[in-house]
């Protein structure tokens, strides 16, 4: 148990215009969805913090009119790029985590070229 | 704000030795949990080990065993008989008890050498 999954793995995309991506919790209802960013040889750094039916709480330095999160189910949360710059170009990814509980459980990932 | 430092941004072991990644980090809060996570080339992150901080026990899963020393803030990972396969990009990361944030370490370079 505790699969989550995210779509698209990978995705290009032209400067300016403006890509989703899908995380989804398969086999548990998450409560609280996270998304990260991880530069190549870097960690992985904390973007926002999602819970369903609320607002996200982003983390200070990111852009909240930049990367849209929507959280309106307890399977799914999304991540909007908008208006996607070559600098946005990176590995996206977002973990889950069961109601109560400390443990996060991450996605495969999505890796975001703005070209 | 609680910060992970890894101070070993690369490590190598001979196939079927013991080897130690460190990490330490810095906190005010007095209950919280800690975590390694292993990232392979496919880069989905697969958790190792975890430690709750009221647990004075050493967590123990199969090859890998932690030396957590809470006074100390540290929390060191151990893999033994390393095997091919553990090859990987080691993070060690922190999740306070009083919200979900959690930090992670820059990640220590595993190399295991046949």
């Known amino acids: 148990g505790a699969v989550v999954s995210q779509h698209p793995s990978r995705v290009i995309c032209k400067s300016g215009t403006s890509v989703k991506i899908e995380c989804r919790s398969l086999d548990f209802q998450a409560t609280t969805m996270f998304w990260y960013r991880q530069f190549p040889k870097q960690s992985l750094m904390l973007m926002a913090t999602s819970n369903e039916g609320s607002k996200a709480t982003y983390e200070q330095g990111v852009e909240k009119d930049k990367f849209l999160i929507n959280h309106a189910s307890l399977t799914l949360s999304t991540l909007t790029v908008t208006s996607a710059h070559p600098e946005d170009s990176s590995f996206y990814i977002c973990?889950?985590?069961?109601?109560?509980?400390?443990?996060?459980?991450f996605g495969p990932g999505t890796r975001l070229t703005v070209t | 704000a609680q910060t992970v430092t890894q101070s070993q941004p690369e490590m190598s072991v001979q196939e079927a030795e013991t080897v130690t990644l460190s990490c330490t980090y810095d906190?005010?809060?007095?209950?919280?949990?800690l975590f390694w996570y292993k990232q392979p080339p496919s880069r989905q992150m697969i958790l190792v080990i975890r430690q709750e901080a009221y647990k004075q026990q050493n967590a123990t899963e199969n090859r890998f065993s932690v030396n957590f020393q809470k006074a100390a803030k540290s929390f060191s990972l151990k893999i033994s008989d390393s095997q091919l396969g553990d090859a990987a990009m080691y993070f060690c990361?922190?999740?306070?008890?009083?919200?979900?944030?959690?930090?992670f370490g820059a990640g220590t370079r595993l190399t295991v050498k046949p």
């Open positions: 973990s889950a985590s069961r109601p109560a509980t400390y443990e996060q459980y």
């Open positions: 990361a922190y999740r306070s008890a009083y919200n979900n944030d959690m930090r």
């Open positions: 906190t005010s809060e007095s209950d919280y949990y």
